[in-house]
């Protein structure tokens, strides 16, 4: 059975950096398309950064390109999610999610067979 644990959120000021683990068990990193998405109050979950490892692509909305970045450790079988120029509408809950689709579907919830339960990062102005 495949889980993954989120950790590392906490509260940080605008400016500041938090790093994101994604612990995968019941299966090895390099077999998905692995993202990160969020989901603020009183809005729908939303993509963040994804990455086929097989091919090396990765892909990040606009709002956080430049900022974060995504990658992976297999020796510990942990995605991150490396987020510095924090601002405050980076405030959400994260998850990240394990899927078998290709690079052109890394955006789309619904390609995601997996989801940990979510880490809170909140950041203050």
């Known amino acids: 059975q495949v889980q993954l644990v989120e950790s590392g959120g906490g509260l940080v000021q605008a400016g500041g950096s938090l790093r994101l683990s994604c612990a995968v068990s019941?299966?090895?990193?390099?077999?998905?398309?692995m993202g990160w998405f969020r989901q603020a109050p009183g809005k729908e979950r939303e993509f963040v950064a994804g990455s086929v490892w097989s091919n090396g692509r990765t892909d990040y909305a606009d709002s956080v390109k430049d900022r974060f970045t995504i990658s992976r450790d297999n020796a510990k079988n942990t995605v991150f999610l490396q987020m510095s120029s924090l601002k405050p509408e980076d405030t959400a809950v994260y998850y990240c999610?394990?899927?078998?689709?290709?690079?052109?579907?890394?955006?789309?919830?619904?390609?995601?067979?997996?989801w940990g339960q979510g880490t809170q990062v909140s950041v203050s102005s």
């Open positions: 019941g299966s090895t990193v390099s077999r998905f398309t």
């Open positions: 999610a394990a899927g078998f689709q290709g690079h052109q579907q890394m955006r789309i919830m619904l390609g995601y067979s997996y």
